[in-house]
């Protein structure tokens, strides 16, 4: 998840080395971490011709991810031995049913969901469709995902406020009730040449808490405001708070339109011209597809991936997080789907639709490339 704080600067250099104690992966490892013992064409990375999976890239910046730390990555068989919803165990804050002796997450906890809340307006001047949004995570993880009622944000007078209706009490019945409107103040930090504002991440954090339904698996903010997590950042992208399940994430700087000041958080400038609106909106929803998925991954319990190019990647910056790909690779698609136990060519049949639909061209080149290797592999699910 892209984080930048005042003393950081992209370099220019072609080529810059791992992190101290990163080594990349070879080939015997990378097969070894899919733990595809079956041989199954759906965890398979093909050859280097067929062009599915590339290693991951060196750093190129000095910001860039690898360059800054040393993942030891997450295999297959980790997963299976690590990840809390796949325990017998019920996850210690979760208040739904549960099966210990089922086999998946949707068989252990089956009434559960995952939760978007829609913080401040999702409408056609931000471009996102929130929709949108909840339509490809549930094709994408193959869980319910479930839209909320959102939070308003209102900015007057250099204060952000949060509010929402508090409903009447169910149980009053008889009595005269109404709902409430809430309005808190939020930290939050402005500058008024820009006329530009962020919100401070860490009282987000507290009220979606508070707010996480007794059936969620998960439950994720999602705004169109900057957010900062201390004074010293230019912006962060979100945070989560993973023992509680809830995170927030912002599509602010998703714009293709904006470009960023690496100094000043308050550095925004817009250009429309040269942009097309459609080609604009294409934009903004695969990034924000690509970050809400990403980040819906950890609260599933998938680390950063170091074995090839993958949506699992972690990121230094902006640039490096809109250069990954969409897709997971065979490490990170095993763990999916053995944590969820969908049909893996049922999905590619469906977020084909979903790029197809939304223009999205490379991405559903790449599903249909996929879909005919598997069709004349042999040793498929």
Known sequence: ?????????????????????????????????????????????????????????????????????????????????????????????????????????????????????????????????????????????????????????????????????????????????????????????????????QIRVDEVLLKLKRKIPDDALCMIGLTMSDLYGDETDLFVAGMAAGKHRVAIFSFSRYDPTLTFDIGDWYGIKQDLNGIHCEERKRIILQRSCKLLVHEIGHLLGIDHCIYYDCCMNGSGHLREDFSQPIHLCPVDLHKLQTLVGFDIRERYQKLLVFYEKHEMCDEAEWVRKRLQYLDTSKGSL
């Open 1 to 197: 998840m892209p984080k930048l704080n005042k003393k950081s600067s992209v370099s220019k250099k072609r080529h810059v080395p791992y992190a101290k104690g990163f080594t990349p992966p070879t080939n015997r490892i990378q097969l070894t971490a899919i733990g595809n013992d079956q041989n199954l064409a759906e965890f398979s990375p093909g050859s280097d011709d067929d062009g599915f999976f590339s290693p991951v890239p060196q750093p190129s910046d000095i910001d860039d991810w690898l360059a800054q730390y040393c993942e030891e990555g997450q295999t297959y068989r980790q997963f299976c031995r690590e990840c809390p919803w796949l325990s017998t165990r019920k996850w210690v804050y979760t208040k739904q049913k549960f099966n210990s002796k089922g086999n998946t997450i949707l068989e252990k906890y089956p009434e559960g969901k995952i939760y978007l809340l829609p913080l401040g307006k999702f409408d056609s001047d931000h471009c996102v469709d929130f929709n949108h949004l909840q339509e490809f995570s549930q094709i994408y993880l193959g869980i319910d995902v479930v839209s909320m009622p959102g939070i308003k944000l209102d900015i007057t007078n250099n204060a952000v406020s949060w509010i929402e209706d508090s409903l009447p009490d169910e149980s009053a019945r008889g009595q005269r009730t109404s709902s409430r409107i809430k309005k808190q103040t939020l930290n939050a930090r402005f500058n008024s040449k820009p006329k530009h504002y």
